[in-house]
T-cell receptor, first 114, second 114 residues
């Protein structure tokens, strides 16, 4: 069945360093991938997305890399700031679940230390 | 533009009771999806409504149901509550709910079942 997994439950980084959060997915038919950020007491907030016909996409301080061969995606945050502290989820859409059914990973907590 | 709103924000119920949660999507959005978030299972898709019709459904028992009104507002109902139903219930809206439409999440309703 479909599943989305994360390699690390908690990631601690120093302010100013780059952060990399990884995610593995199982359904090779998945065609759309999204990273969300969830702060305490709030719903998930869209960060960046990537379609399966791309392998890299950049936003402001964030980059998502997609490796369809090994079914892996990563989120890179440049110059991590204290405001980046949150739980980050990867989500997969498409495949057998239907277009609007998101399958979420377990989440990685990012802790940024001054 | 107002974001997704969910009411109530917090709810305490006892086992066997039923509960109704409400979600108002962003103005103009026609797709509403519901998710359950728990520490153990993470974020799990419940169902999606589009133009008053359930379009996708997750793997939850029939005690979980929903509906959507003509103004796109949505409600979900959980009958015969169990302790395991304690969770954060998140609603997300998108414009049309097609593959590449961003989903915007509300702050969630925190349900506690005693």
């Amino acid at each position: 069945g479909e599943s989305v997994g994360l390699h690390l439950p908690t990631l601690s980084v120093q302010e100013g360093d780059n952060s990399i959060i990884n995610c593995a997915y199982s359904n090779s038919a998945s065609d759309y991938f999204i990273w969300y950020k969830q702060e305490s007491g709030k719903g998930p907030q869209f960060i960046i997305d990537i379609r399966s016909n791309m392998d890299k996409r950049q936003g402001q301080r964030v980059t998502v890399l997609l490796n369809k061969t090994v079914k892996h995606l990563s989120l890179q945050i440049a110059a991590t700031q204290p405001g980046d502290s949150a739980v980050y989820f990867c989500a997969v859409r498409g495949g057998s679940g239907g277009y609007n059914k998101l399958i979420f990973g377990a989440g990685t907590r990012l802790a940024v230390h001054p | 533009k107002a974001g997704v709103t969910q009411t109530p924000r917090y709810l305490i119920k006892t086992r066997g009771q039923q509960v109704t949660l409400s979600c108002s999507p962003i103005s103009g959005h026609r797709s509403v999806s519901w998710y359950q978030q728990t520490p153990g299972q993470g974020l799990q898709f419940l169902f999606e409504y589009f133009s008053e019709t359930q379009r996708n459904k997750g793997n939850f028992p029939g005690r979980f149901s929903g509906r959507q009104f003509s103004n796109s507002r949505s409600e979900m109902n959980v009958s015969t509550l169990e302790l395991g139903d304690s969770a954060l219930y998140l609603c997300a809206s998108s414009l049309t709910g097609t593959a590449y439409n961003e989903q915007f999440f509300g702050p969630g309703t925190r349900l506690t079942v005693l």
